[in-house]
């Protein structure tokens, strides 16, 4: 199984960005999908997951600004980020759950910078 990140960059305070995470192989039932950052000397923390039935789980320091989605049919999650603040700044990582545990994604870096 992989899972392929996209959409990190550049952005400036106030600003938007997409990510999309598309799990690909022998996925199985995809339980979880999700997406969690790690700043610079910080630990990696919940940004924002969903889970198969559509339950919703949003950080407090990213509520009413990020927004996450999931197709089921493509396997991908996504992840809408308006209103960007410095504190955003951190590499992006896509994580799934299936019946056999936990399988993460790469990284994608976003840098919010005017």
Excluded: H
């Amino acid at each position: 199984v992989q899972l392929q990140a996209c959409g990190g960059g550049l952005v400036q305070p106030g600003g938007s960005l997409s990510l999309s995470c598309a799990a690909s192989g022998r996925t199985f039932s995809i339980r979880y999908m999700g997406w969690y950052r790690q700043a610079p000397g910080k630990q990696r923390e919940l940004v924002a997951g969903i889970v198969s039935g559509g339950t919703v789980t949003v950080a407090d320091s990213v509520k009413g600004r990020f927004a996450i989605s999931r197709d089921n049919a493509k396997k991908t999650v996504y992840l809408q980020m308006n209103s960007l603040k410095s504190e955003d700044t951190a590499i992006y990582y896509c994580k799934m759950n299936n019946a056999y545990g936990d399988v993460w994604g790469q990284g994608t870096l976003v840098t919010v910078s005017s």
